[in-house]
């Protein structure tokens, strides 16, 4: 039960079933709330703002200094006792922020064979480990597919496992003997009277072998992390070759793209040259043909400008040859009449003019000067003049062509040359059109199939599927490396394996100079053997449920998934800490997930989820806990999601699934629920969750939060 939370006004309540329950609803009508709600009950570690959580309509209609409460109230049945468990808190309306209490939790436990209710004074997050424990409701609780794909991070997977299989039941004992054998050593020795001699020989020995578990634990450590590159670079090295040949077939395309594109444009370059029709008609007078008085009269002109450009040209090219001989002959650059530079240089030596005989003044001298200068600067030029450009633009030599071809080549202006040159033309453009509009479209069809082939392969980037031999090759030798180095460091860590089973019969070959009795070191000796045993006996548990585990995960991957190729999933211990699953075919060859649909890589980490459901019934406890999901077929097809929820109900254990498919919008955008679709859905029960509606809007667009209400229905 909701009452007052979030969206959820005054007390709205679920009535759930121990089997599948669906809850549709649309984006913003609360269905998150609800998975929302679950968290904040049962994690201890919610970090709600608890101004964001009660609802804003009952504060709305309160007044002030009046009060109301916002819980969560959730109902489980265990065994044969019903636990209520609540959390709570009180908001209080006052003039600026709304005073908000402490969080109040309280469980009441009811008997369900006398009838008898009392209170439960543990707190919800000690009863939850009991009725929904962390390990599993950290892999329960799913808020999007997204989150469901979490479960590939090896630790947790790995306390999982651990929470679910036997060998949980061999941990303490491997930690109670493995205690008792360290504390029976060392009362032996402090009970013993060796001499000084033997009780430093062994705490060398202890020295010693301290120092070679740590070697042994460092050579683990790295051989661990190296065999983690060597898988990473394996896996790379699959992905590749698995994509070789989407990389030849890429290359294939963009070369197919580039001929086609070098064709197309040849064709384009061919259409410019053709497609001069205007230059024909009016350039080439192909307009003219049938008219001999114009082309005669045209020629005519051609004469008589050609005779008007010579005598131009003449004209200009004889003053040019003056101007260029005046230049190399040192010819005064003076005008007509003035005097040369003799002449000037004695009148200013003299100071008197020798034209008028009168002496000079200060501006006769200064222009003298200014002229003689002017002089000299012209002498110190380049006695070079370029030939001026008297037409530069003439078109009189290609008109003068074209009136001789006229005359000396009169076939070529022919009625029939024409048409046919014309006709010709017009045949290599529509063709050369054609080429071009089919290219573009064959180029269209190549480009979307090569955004087929990247999409097949959205971990390549388009750089590295063009150059994907010299990838493998470079992932193939860093694999080398590491494989290399992992078979040194295995060598090195047998031979400290082999040197710590030497110091360990050397340190009780010490021991038996101990003046003890026989009977108190073969305590000794037993507690230690009995420690290795529990140790070995876990290890086999963790490998048998991980066996197990990976028998139910393939059965629920294949039901899940009727009609396609799913392969097989198998769990294995990466290392100490560690678990993880990996693909095969069901041949056992490495499955890469370029195999498989959205659907199909959402489905495994799902199946191993429902795999674990179902062992974890099956342990001593004999337990089963619910599942919850929000949004987990957003990749699925509508076949395959009935499929999903078909598991789902089969499984006949407790889930609850939020999700916003099977609903339709009418023209006002108020939800329905689609029957046609929703009724060949399997399922226990169904809810359809809504806001009230018509909404309510604030001037700056958004909700007015003062107006939301969640409504529920139960599906009939």
């Given at each position: 039960?909701?009452?007052?939370?979030?969206?959820?006004?005054?007390?709205?309540?679920?009535?759930?079933?121990?089997?599948?329950?669906?809850?549709?609803?649309?984006?913003?009508?609360?269905?998150?709330?609800?998975?929302?709600?679950?968290?904040?009950?049962?994690?201890?570690?919610?970090?709600?703002?608890?101004?964001?959580?009660?609802?804003?309509?009952?504060?709305?209609?309160?007044?002030?200094?009046?009060?109301?409460?916002?819980?969560?109230?959730?109902?489980?049945?265990?065994?044969?006792?019903?636990?209520?468990?609540?959390?709570?808190?009180?908001?209080?309306?006052?003039?600026?922020?709304?005073?908000?209490?402490?969080?109040?939790?309280?469980?009441?436990?009811?008997?369900?064979?006398?009838?008898?209710?009392?209170?439960?004074?543990?707190?919800?997050?000690?009863?939850?480990?009991?009725?929904?424990?962390?390990?599993?409701?950290?892999?329960?609780?799913?808020?999007?597919?997204?989150?469901?794909?979490?479960?590939?991070?090896?630790?947790?997977?790995?306390?999982?496992?651990?929470?679910?299989?036997?060998?949980?039941?061999?941990?303490?004992?491997?930690?109670?003997?493995?205690?008792?054998?360290?504390?029976?050593?060392?009362?032996?020795?402090?009970?013993?009277?060796?001499?000084?001699?033997?009780?430093?020989?062994?705490?060398?020995?202890?020295?010693?072998?301290?120092?070679?578990?740590?070697?042994?634990?460092?050579?683990?450590?790295?051989?661990?992390?190296?065999?983690?590159?060597?898988?990473?670079?394996?896996?790379?090295?699959?992905?590749?070759?698995?994509?070789?040949?989407?990389?030849?077939?890429?290359?294939?395309?963009?070369?197919?793209?580039?001929?086609?594109?070098?064709?197309?444009?040849?064709?384009?370059?061919?259409?410019?040259?053709?497609?001069?029709?205007?230059?024909?008609?009016?350039?080439?007078?192909?307009?003219?043909?049938?008219?001999?008085?114009?082309?005669?009269?045209?020629?005519?002109?051609?004469?008589?400008?050609?005779?008007?450009?010579?005598?131009?040209?003449n004209e200009e090219r004889n003053k040019f040859a003056i101007e260029k001989l005046e230049l190399e002959n040192g010819a005064t650059p003076f005008p007509p009449g003035f005097p040369s530079l003799e002449i000037l240089k004695e009148i200013l030596t003299d100071n008197i003019c020798k034209i008028c005989d009168t002496?000079?003044?200060?501006?006769?001298?200064?222009?003298?000067?200014?002229?003689?200068?002017?002089?000299?600067?012209?002498?110190?030029?380049?006695?070079?003049?370029?030939?001026?450009?008297?037409?530069?633009?003439?078109?009189?030599?290609?008109?003068?062509?074209?009136?001789?071809?006229?005359?000396?080549?009169?076939?070529?202006?022919?009625?029939?040359?024409?048409?046919?040159?014309?006709?010709?033309?017009?045949?290599?453009?529509?063709?050369?059109?054609?080429?071009?509009?089919?290219?573009?479209?064959?180029?269209?069809?190549?480009?979307?199939?090569?955004?087929?082939?990247?999409?097949?392969?959205?971990?390549?980037?388009?750089?590295?599927?063009?150059?994907?031999?010299?990838?493998?090759?470079?992932?193939?030798?860093?694999?080398?490396?590491?494989?290399?180095?992992?078979?040194?460091?295995?060598?090195?860590?047998?031979?400290?394996?082999?040197?710590?089973?030497?110091?360990?019969?050397?340190?009780?070959?010490?021991?038996?100079?101990?003046?003890?009795?026989?009977?108190?070191?073969?305590?000794?000796?037993?507690?230690?053997?009995?420690?290795?045993?529990?140790?070995?006996?876990?290890?086999?548990?963790?490998?048998?449920?991980?066996?197990?585990?990976?028998?139910?995960?393939?059965?629920?991957?294949?039901?899940?998934?009727?009609?396609?190729?799913?392969?097989?999933?198998?769990?294995?211990?990466?290392?100490?800490?560690?678990?993880?699953?990996?693909?095969?075919?069901?041949?056992?060859?490495?499955?890469?997930?370029?195999?498989?649909?959205?659907?199909?890589?959402?489905?495994?980490?799902?199946?191993?989820?429902?795999?674990?459901?179902?062992?974890?019934?099956?342990?001593?406890?004999?337990?089963?806990?619910?599942?919850?999901?929000?949004?987990?077929?957003?990749?699925?097809?509508?076949?395959?999601?009935?499929?999903?929820?078909?598991?789902?109900?089969?499984?006949?254990?407790?889930?609850?699934?939020?999700?916003?498919?099977?609903?339709?919008?009418?023209?006002?955008?108020?939800?329905?629920?689609?029957?046609?679709?929703?009724?060949?859905?399997?399922?226990?029960?169904?809810?359809?969750?809504?806001?009230?509606?018509?909404?309510?809007?604030?001037?700056?667009g958004t909700i007015n939060a003062e107006t939301i209400n969640t409504e529920i229905e139960v599906l009939h």
């Amino acid at each position: 039960m909701l009452n007052n939370f979030m969206c959820y006004y005054d007390k709205k309540s679920f009535d759930f079933s121990d089997g599948l329950n669906i809850i549709l609803g649309h984006n913003g009508d609360g269905k998150s709330t609800i998975f929302t709600a679950f968290n904040w009950i049962f994690d201890p570690y919610s970090e709600l703002k608890l101004t964001d959580v009660y609802s804003k309509k009952k504060y709305s209609e309160i007044l002030e200094n009046d009060t109301f409460e916002v819980y969560i109230e959730c109902i489980i049945t265990q065994y044969d006792t019903e636990y209520k468990i609540t959390k709570s808190f009180t908001v209080t309306k006052n003039a600026d922020l709304p005073n908000i209490s402490r969080i109040k939790e309280e469980i009441w436990r009811k008997d369900l064979c006398t009838g008898d209710n009392s209170l439960d004074n543990r707190s919800i997050s000690n009863l939850s480990q009991q009725v929904f424990p962390e390990a599993f409701r950290n892999f329960s609780m799913f808020e999007t597919e997204t989150d469901a794909l979490k479960i590939v991070e090896g630790e947790q997977l790995a306390d999982l496992v651990r929470s679910f299989s036997n060998a949980k039941h061999y941990e303490k004992l491997d930690e109670v003997i493995e205690n008792f054998a360290e504390r029976a050593d060392k009362q032996f020795r402090r009970e013993s009277k060796a001499d000084k001699t033997a009780q430093d020989a062994i705490d060398a020995i202890d020295t010693k072998i301290g120092n070679t578990k740590n070697d042994i634990e460092n050579l683990l450590k790295r051989i661990d992390d190296d065999e983690k590159g060597r898988e990473y670079y394996t896996n790379q090295i699959n992905e590749l070759v698995i994509s070789l040949t989407i990389s030849e077939d890429y290359k294939k395309i963009e070369e197919q793209i580039e001929k086609i594109k070098a064709e197309t444009e040849r064709a384009r370059t061919e259409n410019k040259s053709r497609n001069k029709f205007t230059d024909k008609i009016f350039d080439d007078f192909y307009i003219l043909k049938g008219f001999d008085n114009i082309i005669s009269a045209f020629s005519e002109k051609i004469d008589d400008l050609r005779k008007e450009k010579n005598r131009v040209d003449n004209e200009e090219r004889n003053k040019f040859a003056i101007e260029k001989l005046e230049l190399e002959n040192g010819a005064t650059p003076f005008p007509p009449g003035f005097p040369s530079l003799e002449i000037l240089k004695e009148i200013l030596t003299d100071n008197i003019c020798k034209i008028c005989d009168t002496p000079l003044n200060d501006k006769a001298k200064e222009y003298i000067n200014k002229s003689i200068k002017l002089y000299e600067e012209s002498k110190n030029k380049e006695k070079t003049v370029k030939a001026p450009m008297i037409f530069p633009n003439n078109f009189i030599d290609e008109f003068q062509i074209i009136d001789r071809t006229i005359q000396i080549k009169p076939e070529k202006y022919s009625k029939e040359r024409i048409s046919e040159e014309i006709g010709f033309n017009i045949k290599r453009i529509t063709a050369n059109n054609a080429t071009v509009s089919e290219n573009t479209k064959k180029i269209n069809d190549l480009e979307i199939e090569k955004n087929e082939l990247l999409a097949r392969v959205p971990n390549i980037s388009e750089n590295e599927l063009k150059n994907i031999r010299i990838n493998h090759e470079n992932y193939s030798n860093e694999k080398d490396k590491l494989v290399e180095q992992i078979g040194k460091n295995n060598t090195k860590l047998e031979g400290k394996k082999a040197e710590l089973d030497e110091l360990h019969k050397t340190r009780n070959k010490t021991l038996s100079q101990f003046k003890e009795s026989y009977f108190k070191q073969s305590t000794i000796e037993v507690l230690s053997f009995l420690s290795d045993i529990a140790k070995n006996v876990k290890e086999d548990e963790y490998k048998k449920f991980l066996k197990v585990l990976s028998e139910r995960t393939t059965k629920y991957l294949k039901q899940i998934n009727v009609g396609e190729i799913t392969g097989k999933i198998e769990l294995y211990k990466k290392n100490n800490k560690e678990v993880t699953y990996k693909s095969l075919n069901d041949d056992n060859s490495l499955r890469s997930s370029l195999e498989d649909s959205g659907a199909l890589q959402i489905s495994k980490p799902l199946s191993i989820l429902f795999a674990i459901a179902d062992i974890a019934s099956e342990t001593v406890d004999n337990e089963t806990y619910p599942m919850i999901f929000d949004a987990p077929t957003g990749r699925y097809s509508p076949d395959r999601e009935q499929e999903f929820f078909k598991v789902l109900k089969a499984t006949k254990k407790q889930r609850i699934v939020v999700t916003l498919r099977f609903l339709g919008a009418d023209e006002t955008n108020t939800p329905y629920v689609n029957k046609d679709l929703f009724q060949n859905i399997e399922k226990d029960k169904a809810f359809f969750i809504k806001r009230v509606r018509p909404f309510q809007y604030k001037e700056d667009g958004t909700i007015n939060a003062e107006t939301i209400n969640t409504e529920i229905e139960v599906l009939h």
